[in-house]
């Protein structure tokens, strides 16, 4: 039995019906031979049989302290059951990639049973009738919740689950001692409580004691490559979700993101996917006539996991990354979102890349979970609640060789993220084999108009695209 950390909990806590806290991959494979769907899913679920020892998410369940005394446990899950966990779909030989998005938010939009193991694969028939996709083709969609994993842990289980090369499934059993575990006592639980809650107010002042001074001097020092200093706004993204859920997923080509990035010294690729949404909100909210004055940011997620640390539970921090959506210009949109997103990567750096866990950490489970429980009813305050950022970016970098899993090539891969009160709008960004795809989620109620905003991004990469390419050749 194993106690969540801080970090890993606020998702725990956070977990509403109208609003799941999973994150989830899709994967598209292409096999050697056509197989049909009844021995795929036999397959899929031997595969996933034999790697079960891979991860410690597979077969662990929660198990939350009464009235939120303490933070909730990992429990080795003595009633796990492989098939609660793997569920089959077909597609419509009529659908397009608009149904399929369809398809994938309504999968999403489910919440997982808190009772059970928090992962759930799904695998989806019938892809060849979607553009782009070769006979026999078949998608394998996968959902953990967040309170297990993070974007960079679940890409590194997900590499585990693959080989370098095609491969015959054999249905050899495995060697697995693994064993479940009994829920400890009511007693147990109450006198770990006790002594938690007794040393976190000490952890808590130690981490102000440390923390303070560090902010303190940040407030004092001179501003950082004269970016833009971040504001709190009320955009229509930040306001109440409600249960359903909007999928968008926009090719980009990667060679022209890295030929954008290399065109300014110090600039990533994801300094390029910033600008480019930047812009994108930028034409959306002129559409709706709904455009602040100041502009917009994002939490940025920031891997901070090391190389001895395990592969589940959360390991990062967060920057807000101005996106500069007061600026017309793609080009100078780009310098000043990199410079914005340095400047963030500074003070991080400067206050402690592991301060939000820390913290965390160290704040009671009670006092955790009442927060978050409060954001969320501010949600229903009329005209909304300013916040500092109206969306997440996250670049999660994916594989960049094919991978197999057993005979079947991985043709396609992308992530999704999670929508909360007060920020409905979520994009990740997922490279593989030299493919980017940013996939876009969102609420109806804070995305009205998906469509347009698809075409918000694809215009905005295209003028940024073209105002490089003009400058490369005016130079």
């Not at 049909?36 to 049989?49: A, D, M, N, T, Y």
């Not at 009772?115 to 009738?129: F, K, S, T, V, Y």
């Amino acid at each position: 039995m194993q106690q969540l950390n801080g970090l890993d909990a606020l998702f725990a806590h956070n977990e509403r019906q109208h609003a799941p806290m999973h994150i989830a991959a899709l994967m598209v494979y292409t096999p050697k031979t056509v197989k049909h769907k009844k021995f795929r899913l036999q397959e899929v679920r031997g595969s996933i049989e034999q790697r079960l020892s891979l991860s410690a998410i597979f077969r662990r369940r929660l198990l939350t302290v009464a009235y939120n005394l303490d933070q909730p446990y990992w429990l080795e899950d003595i009633n796990f059951k492989l098939d609660n966990h793997i569920k089959s779909h077909e597609l419509s030989a009529k659908a397009t990639d608009q149904d399929f998005e369809h398809f994938l938010a309504e999968l999403h939009a489910q919440p997982m049973n808190m009772q059970r193991p928090l992962w759930e694969a799904h695998i989806i028939n019938g892809m060849d009738c979607l553009p782009g996709y070769a006979k026999g083709s078949f998608g394998l969609y996968m959902k953990v919740h967040h309170a297990a994993l993070d974007g960079v842990s679940g890409t590194d289980i997900l590499a585990a689950l693959h080989g370098l090369k095609p491969r015959a499934f054999n249905a050899a059993a495995t060697t697995d001692t693994w064993q479940g575990e009994t829920p400890p006592s009511n007693w147990s639980v109450a006198r770990k409580a006790y002594i938690n809650n007794l040393r976190k107010p000490l952890e808590l002042i130690q981490q102000a004691r440390q923390l303070m001074p560090m902010l303190r001097k940040e407030r004092d020092a001179e501003p950082r490559d004269h970016a833009a200093p971040v504001s709190w706004q009320k955009s229509p993204f930040n306001a109440r979700i409600d249960a359903q859920r909007n999928v968008l997923l926009v090719r980009f080509d990667f060679a022209r993101l890295r030929a954008i990035r290399r065109h300014y010294p110090h600039t990533t690729v994801n300094h390029v996917i910033l600008c480019i949404v930047g812009g994108a909100l930028r034409n959306y909210l002129i559409a709706q006539n709904k455009l602040p004055s100041n502009s917009l940011a994002s939490v940025i997620p920031v891997n901070i996991r090391s190389r001895d640390q395990d592969n589940c539970g959360n390991a990062i921090s967060m920057l807000i990354g101005n996106l500069r959506t007061d600026i017309e210009d793609p080009l100078q949109r780009l310098l000043a979102v990199r410079d914005g997103a340095n400047s963030a990567k500074k003070l991080s750096d400067n206050i402690g890349r592991s301060t939000l866990s820390n913290v965390c950490r160290a704040l009671p489970s009670s006092v955790e979970a009442g927060v978050l429980r409060a954001l969320s009813a501010l949600a229903y305050w009329p005209g909304g609640v300013a916040m500092p950022a109206c969306t997440f970016v996250s670049n999660v970098p994916g594989p960049p060789v094919p991978l197999y899993f057993n005979d079947a090539k991985l043709v396609d891969m992308l992530g999704l993220g999670l929508i909360m009160d007060h920020v409905g709008l979520f994009h990740v960004v997922m490279s593989y084999n030299g493919v980017m795809t940013l996939s876009v989620l969102s609420s109806p109620k804070t995305l009205h108009e998906p469509e347009l905003y698809r075409r918000c991004l694809l215009e905005s990469f295209a003028a940024l695209d073209n105002s490089v390419k003009s400058a490369a050749t005016t130079n």
